[in-house]
C-alpha cells in the first residue's frame, strides 16, 4: 500500500515566506510620484545654486502681488506710449522744397509757373535737398538752413525769413518727400524683415507687424520684443492682440523681434495625466492647467498640496522676503507657490493666479495613499498565494 504524502502544508509555507519576502523587499519601491507635501514644505530656505528657496502660499494677498508684478512687463508700462502728429525732420530725410515770389519776380522769374494758376501771377522754383549728417540742409538764395529736429513747417518759416528782403513776398512749402530718419526695424520671424517708416498719424505695433507681411508662426505661438532706447519688453502676441493698450505707439529707431515661441508646462505627481502641455500665448490660470491634465487623482492627490516651481524674479516677491532672499545672477530666485485646496476659497485663487512657460505644477500624494496602495497589493499578492496553494493542494491529492 502506497502512502501519499501531503505536500500541501510544506508548499504552502514556502510560497507564503517567498511571498513575505518580496513584500517586505518591495516596501522600498512602494513610493509616491514625488516628495510629499511635509517634504516640499522643508525645501524652504533650503540651498539651490548659492541661493535660498523660498516658499509662498498662495492666497488673495501673494496673488495680487504676483498680478501686479506681471502687468509691470507689459509693453506700455515698460516702453510707454510713442508719439503722433508732428513728423520731425532728420538726417538722411530729402526734402522737397518749393519758393515762389509774387509778381515783378525778382529770383524767381524763370521758374516754372504753377498749374492752375496765370502765368504772370506767381511764380516757382523747386529744389530737391537731402539732410545731412549734421541736419543741414543748403537752399539757394537762402544758404544753410538747420532742418535736424524740426517740422516742416519750421523749416518753411525759416527759408522765408532768409528770403525776406531779396525776393518779392516770397512763399515756401517744405514736404517731406522720403523718409529715411523716421523707421522702424522688423526682425525675426515675419514674412519680411524691413525697415518700416513712420508717418505722422503714429504708427502701432500691430501696423508696424503687419506691414511687415505678419508672423510666420501661428499667433498663439509668437512672441514680440520691443527694444526702445536701451530698454526692452517682451509679450505673447496673443495678449498683445487682447489687450488693446498694449498695442503702443511706435518711435524712430525701435527694433521688433518675432519670435516662434510655444508657452508649456510641466505636470507632475498626483494627477490624472504626467505630461508636458503646450498653452495659449495669452495665458491660462493654475486652475485651467489643473483641468487639461484631466484633473487631480481622487484616491491619491493631497488637496493641501498644490505646488507651481518657478524660477521667480525678485521683484514679485514681498519686500521683506525680498531683503532676506539672494537671487540668481540673472535676478530669479527659485519659488516654491503652495495652493490649499482644502479651502474652499483656494479655487478662487486657483482660477486667478497666471502659469507661466517652464513652470512646473505638482501635486503631493496624499499621507495615507501610500499605505493604501500597499495593503492593496498585499491583499492581492495573499489571495494569489492562496489559489496557488489550493492548486498545488489539488495536484497533490
Not at 518675432?258 to 498626483?270: D, K, N, R
Request: hydrophobic fraction near 45%; proline fraction near 5%; charge should be negative.
Amino acid at each position: 500500500m502506497i502512502r501519499h504524502t501531503d505536500a500541501s502544508g510544506p508548499i504552502m509555507r514556502l510560497l507564503l515566506a517567498m511571498l513575505l519576502a518580496g513584500l517586505v523587499g518591495g516596501c522600498t519601491t512602494l513610493g509616491a510620484a514625488g516628495p510629499s507635501s511635509g517634504q516640499v514644505r522643508k525645501a524652504e530656505g533650503a540651498d539651490y545654486a548659492n541661493t535660498q528657496v523660498a516658499l509662498i502660499d498662495l492666497d488673495p494677498v501673494s496673488y495680487k502681488r504676483v498680478a501686479a508684478f506681471e502687468e509691470s512687463l507689459g509693453l506700455a508700462q515698460r516702453l510707454g506710449e510713442g508719439g503722433a502728429g508732428e513728423v520731425l525732420i532728420g538726417p538722411g530725410d530729402v526734402l522737397d522744397i518749393a519758393m515762389w515770389e509774387a509778381p515783378p519776380a525778382v529770383l524767381f522769374g524763370s521758374g516754372a509757373v504753377i498749374p492752375g494758376l496765370d502765368a504772370g501771377a506767381q511764380n516757382r522754383t523747386v529744389v530737391q535737398q537731402v539732410v545731412d549728417g549734421s541736419g543741414m540742409i543748403n537752399v539757394p538764395f537762402a544758404g544753410s538752413i538747420e532742418a535736424g529736429g524740426r517740422t516742416p513747417a519750421a523749416v518753411e518759416r525759416a527759408i522765408v525769413s532768409r528770403l525776406t528782403g531779396r525776393a518779392n513776398d516770397p512763399q515756401v512749402s517744405v514736404r517731406l518727400s522720403l523718409n529715411d530718419s523716421r523707421n522702424v526695424t522688423v526682425l525675426g520671424e515675419v514674412a519680411s524683415s524691413r525697415r518700416v517708416p513712420l508717418g505722422p498719424r503714429g504708427e502701432r505695433l500691430l501696423d508696424i507687424i503687419a506691414s511687415a507681411g505678419g508672423p510666420r508662426a501661428p499667433v498663439h505661438q509668437t512672441t514680440v520684443q520691443v527694444s526702445r532706447g536701451g530698454a526692452s519688453a517682451t509679450m505673447a502676441l496673443e495678449a498683445i492682440i487682447a489687450q488693446p493698450a498694449q498695442n503702443i505707439r511706435m518711435r524712430p529707431e525701435d527694433v521688433v523681434t518675432v519670435l516662434h515661441q510655444p508657452f508649456s508646462f510641466i505636470a507632475m505627481g498626483a494627477v490624472a495625466n504626467s505630461a508636458e502641455i503646450a498653452f495659449e500665448g495669452r495665458g491660462i490660470s493654475l486652475a485651467q492647467a489643473l483641468a487639461r491634465v484631466g484633473g487631480l487623482r481622487d484616491n491619491q492627490a493631497n488637496i493641501r498640496g498644490v505646488f507651481v516651481f518657478r524660477l521667480e524674479q525678485s521683484a514679485a516677491l514681498d519686500p521683506a522676503q525680498r531683503a532676506t532672499t539672494q537671487a540668481l545672477e540673472d535676478g530669479r530666485v527659485p519659488v516654491i507657490y503652495r495652493l490649499d485646496l482644502s479651502d474652499a476659497r483656494g479655487f478662487f485663487v486657483a482660477q486667478e493666479f497666471q502659469i507661466r512657460d517652464q513652470d512646473v505644477v505638482y501635486v503631493s500624494t496624499a499621507p495615507g495613499a501610500e499605505l493604501r496602495e500597499f495593503l492593496s497589493t498585499v491583499t492581492s499578492l495573499a489571495f494569489s498565494a492562496v489559489a496557488i496553494g489550493n492548486v498545488v493542494a489539488n495536484d497533490g491529492n
